[in-house]
């Protein structure tokens, strides 16, 4: 192909155009076995990369940000508000998962049942809290207000899990304990994408 690619110019069109088909179905072959080997690895080996404290530090972190859009809106902005709140809703649920099915279990399997109890109660609270968004005019000054009171919630939420509660819990686990909730939020992150 290269060489026929350098015979003349009806040649050279005609290797290139091969040349870029090649490239193109490359292109979409290498894309497709990246999305298998990530699949592979987060859902099988549980991607050992990382640690599932950071994870949900970054979580957090991501969460905090959308609200800062939200804040950043005007009550006229109706649609805008909708796909923020959308956003906000995915990433705290996805969050939620995580942390209710591996996290907070964990925890009640290190004798910390109240702690857990306590994060749970404040999760059901949050999801109430995204209820009433999604039923509520998004034009209406009441609505930012409470997505004010939301976030002050996950503030505090945020502050207990990441100053009070999850770094002696990550310090009094084995490496092998770490890594296996690693693995395990993980799989739960990707079972919600
Ligand atoms: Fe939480
Ligand atoms: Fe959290």
């Known amino acids: 192909m290269a060489t026929k690619a ?4 009806n040649g050279w069109f005609e290797g290139n155009g091969k ?3 090649a490239v193109a179905a490359g292109v979409v072959v ?11 690895m987060q859902a099988v080996t ?3 990369a990382g ?8 979580e957090h972190r991501i969460t905090m940000k959308v609200f800062d859009l939200i804040e950043a809106t005007e ?6 508000r909708g796909l923020l709140l959308a956003k906000l809703k995915y990433s705290l649920s996805k969050h939620a998962l995580e942390e209710e099915d591996v996290v907070y279990p964990a925890l009640r399997d290190a004798a910390r049942k109240d702690v857990a109890d306590k994060l749970n109660h404040d999760h059901g609270y949050i999801k109430t809290y995204l209820y009433e968004l999604l039923e509520m005019p ?17 503030e505090e939420h945020v502050r207990e899990e990441e100053e009070e509660i999850y770094p002696s819990f ?11 909730l690693t693995t395990l939020i993980n799989k739960e992150g990707f079972s919600y994408n």
């Open 6 to 9: 350098s015979q003349g110019r």
């Open 19 to 21: 040349l870029w088909g």
């Open 30 to 40: 290498g894309f497709a076995a990246n999305l298998g080997r990530k699949a592979a």
């Open 46 to 48: 549980g991607g050992a």
């Open 51 to 58: 640690d599932w404290f950071e994870t949900l530090k970054a």
């Open 75 to 80: 009550d006229d902005q109706t649609v805008r």
């Open 138 to 154: 998004k034009d209406s000054p009441a609505w930012i207000a409470k997505i004010r009171e939301l976030r002050a919630l996950i």
């Open 170 to 180: 990550h310090a009094s686990l084995s490496d092998e304990q770490n890594a296996r």
